[in-house]
């Protein structure tokens, strides 16, 4: 029989069994002790704040009886403030697609699921904040990874069912440089499974982040899902097997809005045919600067985009928006980044301090732009950066006097333009 369980730190007791209004749990701890089961239901009180607690979770449910996490009664959402609480672990298992790239360390989520499956958490505030950390300074190199939502594949091969909708995730005040850590609002990963012989692949599917509000986060806004398994995704042409053996299906990001995030915006990684609809980047990339981005060490340099994929094969992007994106050596709205078959249609971009769209080397082909409107996006509007064979068409682009259609030492390559209108701003 499945069971709701009520969580309200005014009037609760973790002595309750919480299965009623009137006798709820009090922390977050209590929920973090509850064997969940699929079709049982945690409910936090609206208005409440849980301060310095983290709801860590390993529970699944079923494709037709979810596990959720959600809200009950009137106000405002349910908050959890980790401030810093909440560490765990994370370990890709071995080095990533670069030496910069830092793969192992601690992290601390206001909400992790590791392992879980078909797990629904929705209508919740989450914030990470540092503020109070004495000593800890905000671009230090070794500063702790902090997350709103982490989520983990490791040992139960693949994870179905994740959903998260309608969270305001801000203030996240997590490591500036650690790009492919669980580090920034949400972001989802696959480490090395400890037996990938007896589990299978680390890997998900069925994923869906949608109504969700990100501001004010280091590093990612959003970010699903990198893997340990990159070297299975080498070379330009991607193979759809590849993708069921190691990559990611079925995935959707839809309707979200980053907002300051200090470095990209929003990112699907290692997925095959995703789909990224209705969302909007504003104001992203703002901390690849020389005045927080100070002491990376050896890690890579100041690169951030807003919206884009990586290492997907056939992602369709549609209808997003991106305006303001910080410069920096990307900067752009739009990146086709070495993935196969990547489309943007219908996307509207205005005033990226990097240009329009990227198209970036020799291991992205294949793509396509088109029905596309830029205004005003400044810098160079498009970057082929030795593409060779990307393809814009039908695009409407409204370029400052000045600003050249091609960004300057970001040329090369080969592209197609068909019907594409290019006009000076009104």
């Known amino acids: 029989m499945c069971k709701t369980y009520y969580v309200d730190p005014q009037t609760g007791r973790d002595t309750n069994n919480g299965l009623t209004p009137e006798k709820p749990l009090a922390t977050l701890f209590a929920v973090n002790r509850l064997a969940l089961a699929p079709g049982d239901t945690v409910l936090l009180k609206c208005g409440s704040v849980f301060e310095k607690q983290f709801l860590h979770l390993r529970c699944c449910g079923k494709k037709d009886s979810p596990i959720t996490i959600a809200a009950y009664g009137e106000g405002p959402a349910p908050r959890i403030d980790a401030d810093g609480q909440g560490l765990w672990y994370q370990d890709y298992g071995c080095a990533l697609d670069s030496p910069t790239h830092v793969y192992r360390g601690y992290v601390s989520s206001a909400v992790l699921l590791y392992d879980a499956a078909y797990v629904t958490v929705r209508d919740l505030e989450l914030t990470n904040r540092a503020d109070a950390v004495i000593g800890e300074q905000y671009s230090q190199p070794d500063k702790l990874e902090r997350t709103g939502v982490a989520v983990v594949a490791k040992d139960r091969g693949t994870r179905c069912g994740i959903t998260l909708q309608n969270l305001l995730i801000h203030d996240v005040h997590g490591n500036v440089y650690d790009k492919h850590m669980n580090n920034g609002g949400i972001y989802m990963t696959a480490l090395q499974p400890a037996d990938e012989t007896a589990t299978g692949a680390a890997r998900f599917a069925d994923v869906l982040v949608e109504g969700c509000y990100v501001a004010r986060v280091s590093r990612w806004g959003i970010a699903v899902g990198y893997t340990y398994a990159h070297a299975q995704f080498r070379g330009a042409e991607l193979a759809e097997n590849a993708f069921l053996q190691y990559g990611h299906e079925n995935v959707v990001l839809r309707d979200n809005y980053v907002k300051a995030a200090g470095g990209d915006g929003l990112t699907v990684m290692y997925a ?93 082909i294949h793509n396509t732009f088109r029905g596309n409107v830029s205004y005003d996006d400044l810098g160079g509007t498009i970057s082929p950066s030795q593409n060779p064979d990307a393809l814009l068409e039908h695009n409407t682009f409204y370029l400052r006097d000045g600003v050249p259609f091609v960004r300057a030492r970001m040329g090369g390559g080969n592209y197609t333009e068909k019907d594409d209108t290019i006009l000076p701003l009104p």
């Open 272 to 364: 095959l045919r995703p789909l990224v609809e209705h969302n909007t980047a504003d104001s992203v990339a703002c901390e690849m600067n020389d005045r927080v981005y100070r002491e990376p060490g050896n890690r890579m340099g100041k690169v951030a985009a807003a919206i884009w994929p990586w290492k997907c094969k056939d992602a369709l992007l549609r209808c997003n928006e991106a305006v303001d994106t910080r410069l920096n050596q990307d900067g752009m709205a739009y990146d086709a980044d070495s993935g196969d078959g990547t489309v943007y249609e219908h996307n509207y971009s205005r005033m990226n301090e990097g240009g329009c769209v990227m198209f970036c080397l020799e291991e992205a």
